[in-house]
């Protein structure tokens, strides 16, 4: 199968898994706008076990599930079955695992380009004082968590979707 045709599959194939994505993601967003207050209740001011200005180690629970997790999950599954729509076969195991770090790694390029971009040319100061993009010092972790965490998220959804049905 061609890339395009590949693409476009695996895309059309995991439309659930962009939407929830794209809703979780954007749920602290609606809420602040909705506010105009940057505090979310039940994710921020979670973790304080180190320094708030710490340029690796995420700070809150938005920022380790919604802006780094999510992307790389959806990129993960969504890697892993484009992948399997190239190669015209399904993977186990360990090729599974590397098809979804691909994934996890691709979409946390193409993740960091746009931010990249949205805080080089276009970044407007919200309402609560904060910035629409995240700045350069958020790609590293996103790239991190996209190679070591992203592909992993997937079987824990599976593990948890396996105990539930039984």
């Not at 609606?30 to 180690?57: C, E, G, M, W």
């Not at 979804?100 to 946390?108: D, E, H, K, N, W």
């Not at 193409?110 to 910035?131: D, E």
Request: aromatic share 16%; proline share 5%; hydrophobic share 50%.
């Amino acid at each position: 199968m061609g890339f395009f045709n590949a693409l476009t599959a695996s895309l059309n194939k995991n439309k659930k898994v962009i939407v929830t994505g794209a809703v979780l993601y954007l749920l602290p967003v609606i809420y602040r706008f909705a506010t105009k207050n940057s505090i979310v209740p039940i994710l921020d001011n979670t973790l304080f076990l180190y320094h708030r200005n710490s340029q690796i180690t995420p700070v809150n629970l938005e920022t380790l599930g919604l802006t780094f997790l999510i992307p790389a999950a959806v990129g993960a599954v969504v890697g892993a079955s484009f992948l399997e729509s190239v190669f015209n076969r399904r993977f186990t195991g360990m090729e599974k695992y590397l098809a979804r770090v691909f994934g996890s790694l691709s979409f946390a390029f193409l993740w960091i380009a746009l931010h990249f971009i949205g805080y080089s040319f276009f970044n407007p100061v919200l309402p609560w004082g904060g910035h629409l993009w995240a700045g350069t010092e958020a790609y590293a972790r996103n790239l991190l968590v996209a190679l070591v965490v992203g592909p992993l998220v997937p079987y824990i959804f599976e593990f948890i979707y396996r105990k539930v049905r039984r």
